[in-house]
């Protein structure tokens, strides 16, 4: 049976993808992947399909494809850390996952901080529980979470408003943005969405 690749992609910039995952990308006759990811790595012989937030034909796409060809699905950042695995795992059997440098990742290297004691969780569609003061938080954004709301949640679930924040957008493009403050000026600052907090630092 064809194999379905999930190929981490990196934080944006191809200076961040793994050798393993270009060629992968490279020899793909079918490739899936973002519309941003399909204009920096397809070329004009694969066949591809752009994930615009209808997963079900996602799905539906690889049903039809996966008897003729091995198919290469890109996910930014690293698969295993919020991306489409879980629901190719459910719906396929012969996956093949190879990592990515996730944005996570990145952004704690920016801070010249470890990352195995903080805790890692996402706003990216979902609200967590247990948000209590603790541990380090490394947190995923989007634009309804983002660094204003965040910040007034925390400091709603009994965080110091003194607590450091780093926010980090756009990471490995040119226009990154890395701003480092605490919670209660972040609270009171223009939101930034998408992108990654560092909480507790
Ligand atoms: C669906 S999650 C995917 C995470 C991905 N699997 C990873 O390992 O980075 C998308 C979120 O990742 C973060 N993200 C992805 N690329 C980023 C970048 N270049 N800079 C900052 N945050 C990024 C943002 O929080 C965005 O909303």
């Given amino acids: 049976m064809n194999k379905i690749y999930i190929v981490g992609i990196g934080a944006g910039d191809p200076d961040y993808i793994l050798p393993i995952a270009k060629r992968k990308i ?7 992947g973002g ?11 694969q066949k591809t399909f752009a994930i615009t937030g209808n997963l079900d034909a ?22 295993g850390f919020y991306s489409l695995l879980p629901l190719l795992r459910k719906h396929f059997e012969n996956l093949e996952t190879i990592p990515g440098i996730s944005s996570m990742q ?3 290297a920016r801070l010249n901080l470890p990352w195995h004691d903080a805790r890692l969780i996402s706003f990216h569609g979902r609200t967590p529980k247990d948000l209590e003061p603790g541990k380090m938080l490394g947190i995923l ?9 965040i910040s007034k949640i925390l400091i709603d679930r009994g965080w110091n408003s003194g607590t450091r924040i780093a926010i980090l957008s756009r990471l490995s493009y040119p226009d990154e943005l890395i701003i480092e403050t605490n919670l209660q000026t972040a609270a009171n600052s223009e939101p930034i ?3 990654i907090l560092i909480v507790g630092y």
């Fill in 26 to 32: 490279d020899s793909a006759r079918v490739l899936i």
């Fill in 58 to 79: 996602v799905l539906e796409f690889i049903r039809q494809e996966i008897d003729r060809n091995e198919i290469v699905v890109m996910v930014s950042g690293d698969p």
């Fill in 141 to 149: 954004t989007d634009s309804e979470y983002n660094s204003k709301t």
């Fill in 193 to 195: 969405s998408h992108g």
């Fill in 106 to 108: 990145l952004a704690f």
């Fill in 35 to 45: 519309r941003r990811s399909l204009e920096t790595f397809a070329k004009s012989d």
